[in-house]
C-alpha cells in the first residue's frame, strides 16, 4: 500500500492558497503611525536595561563589591540564563497560538511589567551577612526570576514586527528603532552610574564610588522604574494594532508531541539553521566581551570613573551611527552580504587597541592620547555592532514568510524565541569563561586598582584577544549560509498573497 501523503504540505503553494485568500488586505491595513512607531521603539528600553545590568555590572557587583566569588557568580549568571532559555520557547510558541481580544502578544506584555520590575531592584540589594553559599542561591534565584520575566514582555513584543509590517526595507527600519531605544536607554542608566551615582557615592572609607553596595541599590530602584515605564508605553502605544495583526491558528489537539513536532517543522530551515547557529557562536564570544568590559576600562586601562562615563557616552554616538547605516545598508546591498561586511569590519576591530597595548604600542595609561583613542575607536566599534544586530534580526523576521509556506502557520514568537534561546542558554557559557580568563589570569577578587599585578592584567587580555576573535569570525563565516534576499522575500510574499 502507497504511503498516505498531504497534498497540501507536499506543495507550498497549495498551503499559501489554504492559510492566505487570495486578496490585497494591505490596501484595509493602515499605514504605522510615528506614535506607533515610536512607543514600539520605546519597549525596547526594558530590554537594554537589563541586559547592560547583566552584562556589565552583575559579575562586578557581586565579586568585586558584595565580595562573592567571581566563579560562584558566573555559574549563577550561566544556570540563570540556561533556565531563561527555556523560558524562550515555550512563551514563543504560547503567544504565537495564545487567543484573546487583545490579541496573541499584549496580554503576555502587560502582565510581565510589574513582577520584572519588582526582581529587577531585589537583585541590587542583597542581603548583609549571607555568606557565600547564600549569596550563591539570591543572585540565581533573583537573576532566574528577572530573565524569566522579561521574557514574557521582550518575546511577544519582538514577535510583533513581521506583523506589523511585511516590508522588506521597512522591518529593518522598526529593528534600528528598537535596537536605538535598546542601547541608548540601557546606556543612560550606564552613563548615570559613573557621572553621577559612583561619584555621589565615594566616602571616607571607599575612595572609589564603583565599589559602594549602596549605589548599586540605587541604581535597581531607577532601573525598575525605567523598565516599567517602558513596558506600558510600549503596550499601550501599540494597542491599537491589535486588529491589524494576524490571528492565531485554528482550534486543534494540542499535545506534547504534537507541540514539539510543529516546533521542529518551523524552525526545521536551512537558513534559520545558519543563523542558529552563528547565534550560538556570537552569543558566547558576546559574554565573554560583555563579562569583562568594565574590567578592562578599569584595570586594563586604568580609566577613571567619569572617564568610564564618557565612554558609555560614547555609545549614543554609537547607536545614532547603527541607526542610520542599518537601513542604508539593507537598502543599498541587501541584509545577508551587509552584515558580513558590516561584522567582519566591526568584530575584527574591536581588540584593536587592546593588542596594541600587549604589543607596548600605545603610550602609558592616563595620557589624554590613551584615553580618546580607546574612547572612538569604541564609538565606532559598537555603532558597527548595532548595525550588524538590527540587520541580523531582520534577517530572522523574513524567515517567518518562507516558513508559513512550508507549515501553514505563522511562528514569529518561535523564530523570535529561538534566537534569544540561542542567546541565553550559550552567553553564560561566555560570561563563565571570562570568569576563566580571569582565574587563568591569577586575577585577584576583591581588589582596587593599585592592588592587581601587571602581569595579571597583561594575561587578561592576552588569553582574551585570541579567544573572541575565533569565536567572531566564525560566526561570520556562518552567516555566508543564510538564503533570503529581498528578491526570494517578495516572491514569497506574493506566493502568500500578501
Known amino acids: 500500500m502507497e504511503p498516505q501523503t498531504d497534498p497540501l504540505h507536499s506543495n507550498p503553494d497549495r498551503v499559501a492558497e489554504r492559510i492566505m485568500p487570495k486578496r490585497d488586505v494591505r490596501s484595509e491595513v493602515p499605514p504605522l503611525g510615528r506614535a506607533t512607531k515610536l512607543s514600539f521603539g520605546i519597549g525596547a528600553v526594558a530590554g537594554g536595561v537589563t541586559t547592560g545590568a547583566f552584562d556589565f555590572f552583575l559579575l562586578i557587583f557581586y565579586s568585586q563589591v558584595v565580595g562573592l566569588d567571581a566563579r560562584l557568580v558566573g555559574i549563577a549568571i550561566l544556570l540563570a540564563l540556561i533556565f531563561d532559555a527555556v523560558s524562550d520557547p515555550v512563551v514563543g510558541y504560547w503567544s504565537d497560538n495564545f487567543k484573546s481580544g487583545w490579541g496573541r502578544r499584549h496580554p503576555f506584555m502587560y502582565a510581565s511589567a510589574i513582577p520584572v520590575s519588582i526582581s529587577f531592584f531585589f537583585l541590587w540589594a542583597p542581603p548583609e551577612n549571607f555568606g557565600q553559599v547564600g549569596l550563591f542561591w539570591y543572585v540565581l534565584i533573583l537573576a532566574i526570576i528577572v530573565r524569566t520575566t522579561v521574557t514574557f514582555y521582550r518575546t511577544p513584543s519582538s514577535a510583533l514586527v513581521p506583523d506589523l509590517t511585511s516590508d522588506y526595507d521597512e522591518r529593518t527600519r522598526l529593528f534600528s528603532l528598537r535596537f536605538f531605544f535598546a542601547w541608548t536607554g540601557g546606556n543612560a542608566l550606564t552613563v548615570l552610574m559613573f557621572f553621577i551615582l559612583f561619584p555621589a557615592f565615594v566616602t571616607e572609607s571607599i575612595s572609589d564610588g564603583r565599589f559602594n553596595k549602596e549605589a548599586y541599590i540605587l541604581y535597581g530602584l531607577i532601573g525598575s522604574a525605567m523598565i516599567f515605564l517602558s513596558i506600558i508605553i510600549s503596550s499601550v502605544g501599540t494597542h491599537s494594532r491589535i486588529p491589524y495583526l494576524k490571528s492565531p491558528p485554528p482550534n486543534r489537539p494540542m499535545t ?59 555609545t549614543f554616538v554609537a547607536a545614532a551611527i547603527g541607526f542610520v547605516l542599518a537601513p542604508l545598508v539593507s537598502r ?10 558590516v561584522g567582519l569590519i566591526a568584530f575584527g576591530g574591536a581588540p584593536l587597541p587592546i593588542v596594541l597595548r600587549l604589543l607596548d604600542l600605545l603610550p602609558p595609561n592616563g595620557t589624554p592620547f590613551v584615553f580618546w583613542f580607546v574612547t572612538i575607536t569604541n564609538v565606532i566599534d559598537v555603532g558597527l555592532i548595532i548595525c550588524f544586530q538590527i540587520l541580523f534580526a531582520s534577517m530572522i523576521a523574513d524567515l517567518v514568510e518562507e516558513s508559513e509556506l512550508k507549515t501553514g502557520r505563522r511562528s514569529e514568537g518561535v523564530f523570535t524565541a529561538a534566537e534569544t534561546f540561542v542567546k541565553k542558554s550559550v552567553q553564560g557559557f561566555g560570561v563563565l569563561a571570562a570568569t576563566m580568563v580571569l582565574t587563568i589570569a591569577q586575577f585577584p577578587t576583591g581588589a582596587d586598582v593599585e592592588q592587581v599585578p601587571d602581569e595579571a592584567i597583561w594575561k587578561m587580555g592576552a588569553y582574551y584577544v585570541p579567544l573572541v576573535l575565533c569565536l567572531w569570525l566564525s560566526m561570520i563565516a556562518v552567516i555566508s549560509r543564510y538564503r533570503i534576499d529581498k528578491n526570494v522575500h517578495e516572491e514569497n510574499l506574493r506566493k502568500l498573497g500578501m
Open 256 to 314: 506534547i508531541k504534537g507541540i514539539f513536532g510543529e516546533v521542529f517543522e518551523t524552525l526545521a530551515n536551512r537558513s534559520f539553521i545558519a543563523l542558529f547557529i552563528a547565534a550560538l557562536i556570537g552569543a558566547v564570544a558576546s559574554g565573554v566581551a560583555a563579562g569583562l568590559s568594565l574590567y578592562f576600562f578599569t584595570y586594563f586601562w586604568g580609566f577613571t570613573e567619569i572617564q568610564t562615563g564618557m565612554v558609555f557616552l560614547g
Open 332 to 341: 543599498k546591498i541587501g541584509k545577508k552580504r551587509g552584515a558580513m561586511i
